[in-house]
């Protein structure tokens, strides 16, 4: 939905700093701008009048739209999604000629990647002797391959470990996958890695539940 904000070089009324926050999924937003002169004769006020005003620097990331109108007086900002893994911000800076007065309008938007939790379970088969489980469960449906790879000891020594490697797949939040144990052992995970470890739509936490 389009926001509307208002600034002003119009005497007594200036407004001349402006805070945007542009939404981490991109946004557009019009900024109504008022710009009125004046003309003194003998310091005396003789004549109000519409004056022109520009953009006179910006820096928006890339992909950003400015657009200016005259009916009605107006900049209209379209900020693209921010798919960097941080808060990005910067300022434009509008200027009116006619008198060097300038407005200075700051954004900042969010990152659009949100967090995707992902617990994995690892335990004995209550149902199947000789039988481990591994539960793979995340918050969302994944954005990308999740690779996993762990360290599990399998067996009541230290020494009975193997690499198991799982891949989540894109779009699933769910997987289940079996493996020999020694009966009457209690599997345990030694160690794990996954990869990636964010997209351009979620920041992936893994933990072991």
Known sequence: MEKKNVVSFRRGGEI???????AGTGETTAVMVESLTYKYINGNLAQEYAANWKVESQNLP???????????????????????SSTRSGKIVLLQPASGKRITLNYSQPTSIQNNGIIIYV????????KGVIQVVADHPVASNISIVMYIQYGVSSGNKNQYNLTLAKG?????QKFDIQIGAHPQVLSYDYSPKEDSSYRYSVQIG
């Open 16 to 22: 001349t700093t402006l805070d945007l926050e542009f």
């Open 62 to 84: 890339s992909g950003s739209t400015l657009e200016t109108s005259e009916v009605p007086s107006q900049l209209t900002i379209t900020v693209p999604a921010n798919n960097t």
């Open 123 to 130: 335990y004995s088969d209550p149902s199947t002797q000789g």
């Open 172 to 176: 699933q939040y769910l997987l289940n």
